[in-house]
C-alpha cells in the first residue's frame, strides 16, 4: 500500500507543483499569491471544454485555444487591475486577487452553472500499468511526464533566453532593469501569461480526474499555495519540490491516518513552516527585497 | 551634448532641486560636488527618467531632443547610460548574466562580444567571477561590474553616481582610472562624487551643489586652487576658521 500511496501522491503533488511555479512566478514578479491563480486556471479549463465539446474542435485546436485564452485571461488581470493600484501595499493587492477570484468563480457559475462535467482528454485514467504492487494509470503517468517537460522548459527558459533572464533581472531590481532597457511593464504582462499558462495546464491535467465545475480549483489552490509556502515562494525549484512533498505526505496522511482529514495536510504545513522556517525549505538565503 | 535648463524637482513636498541649469560638452567629463543630501542624486535621477512626473519645471535636452517625461527604457535606447549610487546590480544573476542584460537593448552579436572582452580587459576580476552571482561580489567588484554593465549599453554619455562611495583609497584610484580611460575612448562624463579631490582630477568641469542649486562652477583645475573648495569640500583647513565662525562666514556668502 505504501508504494501505491507514494505514486499517486507524486502524480497529484505534480498539479500542486504546477500550481505553486504559477503563484511562484507571479509573487516573485509582482510581489503577492495571486489567489485568483485558481480561478483563472478553472476558467481556461472551461475554455477549452467550450472548445472541444460544445463546438466540437480536436484536442490540439481546444488545447491551444484555451493557452491563448489563458495568456490573454493574465495579460488582462495585471494590466486592468492590478496595475492601477497606486502606491499599493501587500495588503490591498491581495484583495485585489482574492477579487479576481470572486468575479471569475461568479463568472464561471452563471456561464455553466452547477453542472458536474467530464472533460474529455486524450490519455485514459482506467487503462493502468503495474509497477510491483502499485498500479498508475495512463494519465498519472502523462501529468507525470508533462508537469517534468514543463518544468524543463522553464529551467531553459530562466537559464537560456534573454527574456527569462530579463524577467529575472526584473524581480530583483527594477529600477535596474529600467535603466538597462528592460521594458517592465512588458515583462509583467509576459510574467502573468506564463503563470495563467502554467495553471491553465494544471486544470486540464486536474479536470480529467476530478469533474468539471466551478469548484475544480477550490482545494488545489490552496494545496498549490501551501506548497508554495513549504518550499519557500521565492524559489521555483523549492516551489516544485514543496508540491511533490505535499502530494506524497497528504497521501500517506490519508492512507494510514485518515481519510476524512487528508486536506488538513496542507493547512498543517503552512501553520508549521510559518512558525518554523517562514522563508520555506528550500528559499536561499539571498533575498534582498526592498 | 546635455542640456539641462532650469529644473525642478519635488519629492511630494519635498523641494530637492530649485532651478537647476547645467550644459555637458561632448568627449569632457563633468563633476557635479556637494554634500550629502545636496541633490546631487537627484539630478541624475530627474534626467534618467526615473522620477515620476518629474521635473515640475524645466527642460532636459539630450543631443537635440526632448527627454524631459520621457521612461528611462526609452532614454537609455538614445545613448544615455546610467551607474546608480549603491551599484544596484542584479543580486542573483551571474556576473555574466548582468552583462548581458546591459546588452538587451542591443542586437549586434559581434560587438557585443568585443565590448565584453573590452569589459574583461579593463576589470580582469569580473573575468574570473564570471559565473558567480553578483550578490556575493565584494563592494569594489559590483562597482566595477555596475560599471561593465552601463557601458555594455554602449552609452555616449555615461552617468556615475558615487562610484567611489565605501570603497578603499587604492581601489578608488583605479576605478578613476578606469572612468578616465573611458572618457578618453570616447564617451563624455557626468559624474557625482562627495569625493571632490579624485573627482576633480580627472575632471574638466566641476560644479558645485548645496540644497538643490549650484552655487559655483569652474574648470576642475580653478576650483582645486579654490580656499572654499579646498576647506568645504576636501578636508583641507584654513588656520583662522578653528572657531567656525569664519566657515559660516564663508559659506553664506556663496548663496
Ligand atoms: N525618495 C525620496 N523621497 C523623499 N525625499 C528624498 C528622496 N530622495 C531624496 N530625497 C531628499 O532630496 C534631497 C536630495 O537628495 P539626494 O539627491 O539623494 O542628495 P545627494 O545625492 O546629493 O546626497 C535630500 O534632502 C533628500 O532627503
Ligand atoms: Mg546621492
Given at each position: 500500500?505504501?508504494?501505491?500511496?507514494?505514486?499517486?501522491?507524486?502524480?497529484?503533488?505534480?498539479?500542486?507543483?504546477?500550481?505553486?511555479?504559477?503563484?511562484?512566478?507571479?509573487?516573485?514578479?509582482?510581489?503577492?499569491?495571486?489567489?485568483?491563480?485558481?480561478?483563472?486556471?478553472?476558467?481556461?479549463?472551461?475554455?477549452?471544454?467550450?472548445?472541444?465539446?460544445?463546438?466540437?474542435?480536436?484536442?490540439?485546436?481546444?488545447?491551444?485555444?484555451?493557452?491563448?485564452?489563458?495568456?490573454?485571461?493574465?495579460?488582462?488581470?495585471?494590466?486592468?487591475?492590478?496595475?492601477?493600484?497606486?502606491?499599493?501595499?501587500?495588503?490591498?493587492?491581495?484583495?485585489?486577487?482574492?477579487?479576481?477570484?470572486?468575479?471569475?468563480?461568479?463568472?464561471?457559475?452563471?456561464?455553466?452553472?452547477?453542472?458536474?462535467?467530464?472533460?474529455?482528454?486524450?490519455?485514459?485514467?482506467?487503462?493502468?500499468?503495474?509497477?510491483?504492487?502499485?498500479?498508475?494509470?495512463?494519465?498519472?503517468?502523462?501529468?507525470?511526464?508533462?508537469?517534468?517537460?514543463?518544468?524543463?522548459?522553464?529551467?531553459?527558459?530562466?537559464?537560456?533566453?534573454?527574456?527569462?533572464?530579463?524577467?529575472?533581472?526584473?524581480?530583483?531590481?527594477?529600477?535596474?532593469?529600467?535603466?538597462?532597457?528592460?521594458?517592465?511593464?512588458?515583462?509583467?504582462?509576459?510574467?502573468?501569461?506564463?503563470?495563467?499558462?502554467?495553471?491553465?495546464?494544471?486544470?486540464?491535467?486536474?479536470?480529467?480526474?476530478?469533474?468539471?465545475?466551478?469548484?475544480?480549483?477550490?482545494?488545489?489552490?490552496?494545496?498549490?499555495?501551501?506548497?508554495?509556502?513549504?518550499?519557500?515562494?521565492?524559489?521555483?525549484?523549492?516551489?516544485?519540490?514543496?508540491?511533490?512533498?505535499?502530494?506524497?505526505?497528504?497521501?500517506?496522511?490519508?492512507?494510514?491516518?485518515?481519510?476524512?482529514?487528508?486536506?488538513?495536510?496542507?493547512?498543517?504545513?503552512?501553520?508549521?513552516?510559518?512558525?518554523?522556517?517562514?522563508?520555506?525549505?528550500?528559499?536561499?538565503?539571498?533575498?534582498?527585497?526592498? | 551634448?546635455?542640456?539641462?535648463?532650469?529644473?525642478?524637482?519635488?519629492?511630494?513636498?519635498?523641494?530637492?532641486?530649485?532651478?537647476?541649469?547645467?550644459?555637458?560638452?561632448?568627449?569632457?567629463?563633468?563633476?557635479?560636488?556637494?554634500?550629502?543630501?545636496?541633490?546631487?542624486?537627484?539630478?541624475?535621477?530627474?534626467?534618467?527618467?526615473?522620477?515620476?512626473?518629474?521635473?515640475?519645471?524645466?527642460?532636459?535636452?539630450?543631443?537635440?531632443?526632448?527627454?524631459?517625461?520621457?521612461?528611462?527604457?526609452?532614454?537609455?535606447?538614445?545613448?544615455?547610460?546610467?551607474?546608480?549610487?549603491?551599484?544596484?546590480?542584479?543580486?542573483?544573476?551571474?556576473?555574466?548574466?548582468?552583462?548581458?542584460?546591459?546588452?538587451?537593448?542591443?542586437?549586434?552579436?559581434?560587438?557585443?562580444?568585443?565590448?565584453?572582452?573590452q569589459i574583461y580587459a579593463y576589470f580582469p576580476v569580473l573575468k574570473e567571477?564570471?559565473?558567480?552571482?553578483?550578490?556575493?561580489?565584494?563592494?569594489?567588484?559590483?562597482?566595477?561590474?555596475?560599471?561593465?554593465?552601463?557601458?555594455?549599453?554602449?552609452?555616449?554619455?555615461?552617468?556615475?553616481?558615487?562610484?567611489?562611495?565605501?570603497?578603499?583609497?587604492?581601489?578608488?584610484?583605479?576605478?578613476?582610472?578606469?572612468?578616465?580611460?573611458?572618457?578618453?575612448?570616447?564617451?563624455?562624463?557626468?559624474?557625482?562624487?562627495?569625493?571632490?579631490?579624485?573627482?576633480?582630477?580627472?575632471?574638466?568641469?566641476?560644479?558645485?551643489?548645496?540644497?538643490?542649486?549650484?552655487?559655483?562652477?569652474?574648470?576642475?583645475?580653478?576650483?582645486?586652487?579654490?580656499?572654499?573648495?579646498?576647506?568645504?569640500?576636501?578636508?583641507?583647513?584654513?588656520?583662522?576658521?578653528?572657531?567656525?565662525?569664519?566657515?559660516?562666514?564663508?559659506?553664506?556668502?556663496?548663496?
Open positions: 500500500m505504501f508504494l501505491q500511496l507514494v505514486v499517486s501522491g507524486i502524480s497529484f503533488g505534480s498539479l500542486y507543483a504546477l500550481i505553486a511555479l504559477a503563484m511562484v512566478i507571479i509573487y516573485k514578479t509582482s510581489e503577492v499569491p495571486n489567489f485568483g491563480q485558481g480561478e483563472m486556471a478553472m476558467i481556461s479549463t472551461f475554455v477549452a471544454f467550450t472548445l472541444l465539446v460544445t463546438h466540437g474542435y480536436s484536442f490540439v485546436v481546444s488545447f491551444i485555444g484555451a493557452f491563448i485564452f489563458a495568456a490573454a485571461l493574465g495579460i488582462f488581470l495585471e494590466f486592468v487591475f492590478l496595475r492601477r493600484a497606486k502606491d499599493p501595499n501587500i495588503l490591498s493587492l491581495i484583495l485585489i486577487t482574492l477579487g479576481f477570484e470572486m468575479v471569475l468563480y461568479g463568472l464561471a457559475s452563471w456561464k455553466w452553472g452547477a453542472d458536474q462535467r467530464n472533460f474529455p482528454f486524450p490519455v485514459s485514467d482506467f487503462d493502468v500499468i503495474h509497477l510491483g504492487s502499485a498500479v498508475i494509470s495512463y494519465l498519472n503517468i502523462a501529468t507525470l511526464l508533462i508537469t517534468l517537460l514543463l518544468m524543463f522548459m522553464l529551467f531553459l527558459f530562466f537559464r537560456y533566453t534573454k527574456v527569462g533572464i530579463a524577467m529575472k533581472a526584473t524581480q530583483q531590481n527594477a529600477m535596474a532593469a529600467r535603466i538597462n532597457g528592460i521594458r517592465t511593464n512588458r515583462i509583467l504582462s509576459i510574467t502573468w501569461a506564463l503563470s495563467s499558462m502554467i495553471g491553465a495546464v494544471a486544470g486540464m491535467l486536474l479536470a480529467p480526474i476530478a469533474t468539471l465545475d466551478p469548484n475544480l480549483m477550490l482545494e488545489p489552490l490552496l494545496k498549490g499555495f501551501a506548497a508554495a509556502v513549504l518550499g519557500g515562494m521565492t524559489t521555483l525549484v523549492g516551489a516544485a519540490l514543496g508540491g511533490y512533498i505535499l502530494g506524497v505526505l497528504e497521501n500517506l496522511f490519508g492512507g494510514y491516518v485518515s481519510l476524512e482529514f487528508k486536506s488538513i495536510v496542507a493547512f498543517l504545513i503552512i501553520v508549521l513552516v510559518l512558525c518554523f522556517k517562514p522563508s520555506g525549505l528550500f528559499a536561499k538565503h539571498y533575498v534582498r527585497k526592498v | 551634448m546635455l542640456e539641462i535648463k532650469n529644473i525642478e524637482t519635488f519629492y511630494t513636498l519635498i523641494y530637492a532641486l530649485r532651478g537647476v541649469s547645467l550644459a555637458v560638452d561632448e568627449g569632457t567629463v563633468t563633476a557635479i560636488l556637494g554634500n550629502n543630501g545636496a541633490g546631487k542624486s537627484t539630478i541624475l535621477k530627474t534626467v534618467m527618467g526615473l522620477l515620476d512626473d518629474q521635473p515640475d519645471k524645466g527642460t532636459i535636452e539630450f543631443l537635440g531632443k526632448r527627454i524631459d517625461g520621457k521612461d528611462p527604457e526609452v532614454i537609455v535606447r538614445m545613448g544615455l547610460s546610467y551607474v546608480p549610487e549603491g551599484r544596484e546590480v542584479f543580486d542573483e544573476l551571474s556576473v555574466k548574466e548582468n552583462l548581458l542584460m546591459g546588452a538587451y537593448i542591443r542586437r549586434d552579436r559581434a560587438a557585443i562580444k568585443r565590448d565584453f572582452e567571477r564570471e559565473a558567480q552571482w553578483a550578490g556575493t561580489l565584494s563592494g569594489g567588484e559590483q562597482q566595477m561590474l555596475a560599471i561593465g554593465r552601463a557601458l555594455m549599453n554602449r552609452p555616449k554619455l555615461l552617468f556615475l553616481d558615487e562610484p567611489s562611495l565605501g570603497l578603499s583609497p587604492i581601489l578608488v584610484r583605479d576605478i578613476f582610472k578606469i572612468i578616465k580611460t573611458i572618457n578618453q575612448e570616447g564617451v563624455t562624463i557626468l559624474l557625482v562624487e562627495q569625493n571632490a579631490r579624485m573627482a576633480l582630477s580627472i575632471s574638466d568641469i566641476g560644479l558645485i551643489l548645496e540644497n538643490g542649486r549650484f552655487v559655483m562652477k569652474g574648470e576642475a583645475k580653478e576650483l582645486m586652487e579654490d580656499k572654499d573648495v579646498q576647506e568645504f569640500y576636501m578636508g583641507m583647513k584654513s588656520e583662522e576658521s578653528a572657531k567656525g565662525f569664519q566657515r559660516w562666514k564663508r559659506k553664506k556668502r556663496w548663496r
